[in-house]
């Protein structure tokens, strides 16, 4: 299960300076998480946004990673019928994409947290609480490490406020989508582009909040030269397509 010990882990390494590397998992099956858990990478992110996928399928898919890993969830949106399931599994961190405000990444927090200091319900049988095993979690609770996407023009405006929200523990950004705010959709390396991250995580980690962004392996220098320390380096989906192409090229020059 994944426990305090891994959150800890991926919590203590990023307060430690380190820079911490992970994986999309975008395939829906506990089988691919699994396997994940096993790679030297640091952490799994599992894809709920983009995916396929469901509650059921993400609590397989976190119990096949285990201690192994931490594991970070990305969701499809702050909306509390889709967070509060995956608080619920004891993940490490969650990923919440498209913050523009301050106050929406409030609220983002405030689902992370039991009152008084929140408004997370509380359940008392899930798994995050060993499924009732564990009579010090509701109030030993660690909320989980807590990151908001900034992938517009509004979250790019905010992005001091949001940062300076108590409880946002890292700001990532989507080059993807901010490409296509910024008018180069399609084009996430453009200068505009690349000058409005950088700036981004300039201000971000100023207020003591760590950054990331989704990157190519032979970027990571230049990012972290601006502070970023979370990298999501690719997918499995795309890990199995360039593995099958290579195969496929190398059965090519043989026939």
Same mark, same amino acid.
């Given at each position: 299960?994944?426990?305090?010990?891994?959150?800890?882990?991926?919590?203590?390494?990023?307060?430690?300076?380190?820079?911490?590397?992970?994986?999309?998992?975008?395939?829906? +099956?506990?089988? +691919?998480?699994?396997?994940?858990?096993?790679?030297?990478?640091?952490?799994?992110?599992?894809?709920?946004?983009?995916?396929?996928?469901?509650?059921?399928?993400?609590?397989?898919?976190?119990?096949?990673?285990?201690?192994?890993?931490?594991?970070?969830?990305?969701?499809?949106?702050?909306?509390?019928?889709?967070?509060?399931?995956?608080?619920?599994?004891?993940?490490?961190?969650?990923?919440?994409?498209?913050?523009? +405000?301050?106050?929406?990444?409030?609220?983002?927090?405030?689902?992370?947290?039991?009152?008084?200091?929140?408004?997370?319900?509380?359940?008392?049988?899930? !798994?995050?609480? !060993?499924?009732?095993?564990?009579?010090?979690?509701?109030?030993?609770?660690?909320?989980?490490?807590?990151?908001?996407?900034?992938?517009?023009?509004?979250?790019?405006?905010?992005?001091?406020?949001?940062?300076?929200?108590?409880?946002?523990?890292?700001?990532?950004?989507? #080059?993807?989508?901010?490409?296509?705010?910024?008018?180069?959709?399609?084009? #996430?390396?453009?200068?505009?582009? !690349?000058?409005?991250?950088?700036?981004?995580?300039?201000?971000?980690?100023?207020?003591?909040?760590?950054?990331?962004?989704?990157?190519?392996?032979?970027?990571?220098?230049?990012?972290?030269?601006?502070?970023? +320390?979370?990298?999501?380096?690719?997918?499995?989906?795309?890990?199995?397509?360039?593995?099958?192409?290579?195969?496929?090229?190398?059965?090519?020059?043989?026939?």
């Amino acid at each position: 299960m994944t426990n305090v010990g891994s959150r800890q882990a991926f919590e203590e390494r990023l307060l430690a300076g380190d820079s911490l590397f992970g994986i999309f998992a975008c395939i829906p +099956t506990f089988q +691919t998480a699994e396997i994940l858990s096993h790679s030297d990478m640091d952490f799994v992110c599992l894809e709920a946004e983009h995916a396929a996928t469901n509650a059921a399928t993400l609590h397989q898919q976190v119990a096949a990673v285990g201690d192994r890993k931490p594991v970070v969830v990305r969701v499809a949106s702050e909306q509390v019928e889709l967070l509060k399931p995956i608080v619920d599994l004891g993940v490490d961190a969650i990923m919440v994409p498209n913050v523009h +405000t301050a106050e929406q990444a409030g609220n983002v927090v405030a689902l992370t947290r039991f009152a008084p200091e929140g408004k997370r319900g509380i359940g008392g049988s899930v !798994r995050a609480a !060993r499924f009732g095993l564990d009579k010090s979690y509701y109030g030993d609770n660690k909320p989980p490490f807590v990151i908001v996407q900034i992938e517009s023009r509004e979250g790019l405006a905010n992005i001091a406020d949001i940062a300076a929200v108590d409880g946002v523990d890292a700001v990532f950004f989507g #080059p993807n989508d901010l490409a296509a705010q910024l008018g180069f959709r399609g084009q #996430p390396d453009a200068p505009v582009v !690349r000058a409005a991250i950088e700036n981004g995580m300039r201000k971000a980690t100023s207020l003591g909040v760590k950054a990331g962004c989704l990157v190519e392996p032979a970027s990571i220098p230049h990012w972290q030269s601006f502070g970023a +320390t979370i990298f999501l380096c690719g997918s499995d989906i795309g890990v199995l397509l360039r593995g099958t192409n290579s195969i496929a090229a190398s059965l090519s020059k043989r026939l």
